[in-house]
């Protein structure tokens, strides 16, 4: 299958600091890219679609001015939590989609301390 | 509310047995139904998805859908101890994707 990455795998940061996340796609072109996130024990909750030379769409819920979406081209997309708190500690999952398949980058696990 | 629902298990399957895998959903516009399985501290990975109503094999893998029903299936055959891991039935609509919270199953030698 298609291969995703994303950067860092893991982060750790103070309460009140802001964390970016990055989003490839490795091996073909994506112009739409998701950001999921996922709470222990739960299952993954859609936080935004990223569209590459526009703006994000967000769902329900989902602070825009906190989840800063960049989709800077067809093979990037980055995801910046701004001034994170403790419960935005989480486990983030991008996806990017290629024609009928969507497949997952490996994931960024958020510890805010 | 969109809903995807799957039993959240524990599914207990002996070694190369057949791991039966449910999943309903309450959107009828839903036009794309995938499985992935989790390992635990892990990303998803794809294992099939479908788009038609009928059965789908890849593999020891065999994806059911009925849309009728709004209902779709996985059938794991040959199950091996390294199939244990959650497994999430993902409801697509216009590439967006609704996930149930995953039916976790364990496989026993």
């Known amino acids: 299958g298609a291969v995703v990455s994303q950067h860092p795998s893991r982060v750790i940061c103070k309460s009140g600091t802001s964390v970016k996340i990055e989003c490839r796609s490795l091996?073909?072109?994506?112009?739409?890219m998701f950001w999921y996130r996922q709470f222990p024990k739960q299952s993954l909750m859609l936080m935004a679609t990223?569209?590459?030379?526009?703006?994000?769409?967000?769902e329900q819920g989902v602070e825009k001015d906190k989840f800063l979406i960049n989709h800077a081209s067809l093979t990037l997309s980055t995801l910046t939590v701004t001034s994170a708190h403790p419960e935005d500690s989480s486990f983030y999952i991008c996806?990017?989609?290629?024609?009928?398949?969507?497949?997952f980058g490996p994931g960024t696990r958020l510890t805010v301390l | 509310q969109k809903e995807v629902e799957q039993n959240s298990g524990p599914l207990s399957v002996p070694e190369g047995a057949i791991a039966s895998l449910n999943c309903t959903y309450s959107?009828?516009?839903?036009?794309?139904f995938f499985w992935y399985r989790q390992y635990s501290g892990k990303s998803p990975e794809l294992i099939m998805f479908?788009?038609?109503?009928g059965d789908k094999e890849d593999g020891r893998f065999t994806a059911q859908l009925n849309k009728a029903s709004q209902y779709v299936s996985l059938l794991i055959r040959d199950s091996q101890p390294s199939d244990s891991a959650t497994y999430l039935c993902?409801?697509?609509?216009?590439?967006?994707?609704?996930f149930g919270a995953g039916t976790q199953v364990v496989v026993t030698p």
């Open positions: 959107d009828r516009g839903s036009q794309s």
């Open positions: 996806s990017a989609k290629t024609g009928t398949e969507q497949f």
């Open positions: 993902a409801v697509g609509s216009w590439g967006k994707l609704q």
């Open positions: 990223s569209n590459e030379g526009s703006k994000a769409t967000y």
């Open positions: 479908i788009y038609s109503n």
């Open positions: 091996d073909f072109q994506a112009t739409t």
